[in-house]
């Protein structure tokens, strides 16, 4: 049996531990975690504060969002976590959302679908105990397919819950199983974030460095039928953290992970480019606007916005580099997710719009009153509105999704 704890203690502090035992140490939004002996943590930490405060305090200034709906799911018993942490919209509003939940033997993958209303249509709850590849990533461990199926990424426990291998899941849109393949990329391998085009599936991946082992990041093409086309893998010179997203492009496959910003040819897993960058736990969730250029969170200049051959066109550095993920709409305006953190009284879940020059255009919490967590976790802006995938406290965490409008 194998259950992702609910750290109790995270209302009273910023860091907690990685949700899988023997794992690299995992921040939540609101702090910065170093596993470079030479930088000091407690300095981190007051440079990640001193941020999220100027955020916060920003946000006092804009004009709140009204939420449409919010949507919670509880699976597991009291004490274990449950959250969203990737979320696609079809055309016609409907809401597909994954994330960890429970299946009475232990932490599991969970999927379901949500009409435009927030009504809960479907769920399909994997039947072994698993992780969702969000827990790692920028947060997009799922996809969807121009048909309208859903690929959803993340990882299965091995029977004595000793190790984990990376698992590829395939669901039609009425939630019917199409596709389940287990991976073997070595020991501790997840699949962490996806994304599609019409030639493949792109997923990136990583082995986590428990007892003595390498952490490796990879990035994988995958045919429609699970096979692997092409990989390409490096072995970080520094391990920062197991942080990292995926995204692909007319123009390429995008990942940011291992310290490091990439572009593969999308037909043979070239690399094309690659730089490295400082990005908060070694990685950074990717996002892409109507002109092709692509937003990624780096530590020290915030949000930064790039064109396809990598080259610097903007820093929003009034944009928190604490967001657990963001999105950027056809428009360019720029919409983040995270949590307002104190030592005092607990975390709400914080989502924010900014125009195309990064000005604060509205700011909204939502949450539990008290000295409760509840946590931001991904963000997708389509058709007009904001969803929010989360985190929040009612007996335990439960996994929550959020809709918002765009425009005020």
Wanted: proline share 3%.
């Amino acid at each position: 049996m194998a259950f992702v704890l609910l750290n109790r203690e995270v209302k009273k502090c910023i860091i907690m531990k990685s949700r899988a035992s023997n794992c690299s140490e995992r921040a939540l939004p609101g702090a910065v975690v170093s596993v470079n002996p030479n930088v000091s943590k407690t300095k981190l930490l007051s440079i990640g504060m001193s941020l999220l405060a100027a955020s916060i305090l920003a946000a006092q200034h804009a004009e709140a969002q009204t939420l449409e709906w919010a949507t919670s799911y509880n699976g597991i018993p009291t004490g274990a976590l449950e959250e969203t942490e990737g979320v696609v919209v079809d055309a016609s509003g409907n809401v597909f959302a994954t994330g960890l939940s429970g299946n009475g033997t232990g932490s599991a993958i969970c999927t379901m679908k949500m009409n435009s209303s927030g009504t809960i249509q479907w769920k399909v709850v994997e039947s072994q105990a698993s992780m969702c590849g969000g827990m790692w990533s920028g947060r997009t461990p799922i996809a969807q397919d121009a048909g309208g199926n859903l690929i959803v990424v993340g990882a299965e426990f091995t029977s004595n819950s000793s190790n984990w291998n990376p698992l590829l899941l395939s669901y039609s849109s009425l939630g019917t199983s199409l596709l389940r393949k287990v991976y073997d990329l070595g020991p501790f391998g997840s699949f962490d974030a996806v994304a599609m085009d019409a030639t493949g599936i792109y997923v990136l991946a990583h082995n986590n460095p428990n007892n003595g082992n390498p952490h490796v990041v990879h990035t994988l093409k995958l045919g429609t039928a699970g096979d692997i086309v092409w990989r390409d893998s490096f072995t970080p010179g520094t391990f920062w953290g197991t942080r990292g997203g995926i995204l692909v492009t007319g123009s390429g496959v995008y990942t940011a992970a291992g310290a490091k910003v990439t572009r593969h040819d999308p037909a043979t897993g070239t690399v094309l480019w690659e730089q490295d960058l400082i990005m908060s736990n070694g990685g950074s969730p990717l996002a892409v606007d109507g002109a092709g250029n692509i937003y990624l969170i780096s530590f020290q200049n915030g949000v930064t916005k790039c064109d396809s051959a990598g080259n610097v066109l903007q820093v929003f550095s009034g944009i928190s580099n604490q967001a657990s993920d963001l999105d950027v709409d056809t428009a360019g305006n720029i919409y983040t997710v995270g949590s307002t953190v104190s030592s005092k009284s607990g975390s709400d879940i914080l989502t924010q719009k900014y125009n195309p020059a990064g000005i604060l255009v509205w700011s909204t919490t939502y949450g539990k009153t008290g000295q409760y967590s509840d946590n931001g976790i991904a963000i997708t802006v389509r058709g007009g509105h904001v969803y929010v995938g989360a985190s929040k406290y009612n007996k335990n965490l439960d996994m929550c999704t959020l809709k918002y409008r765009a425009g005020n």
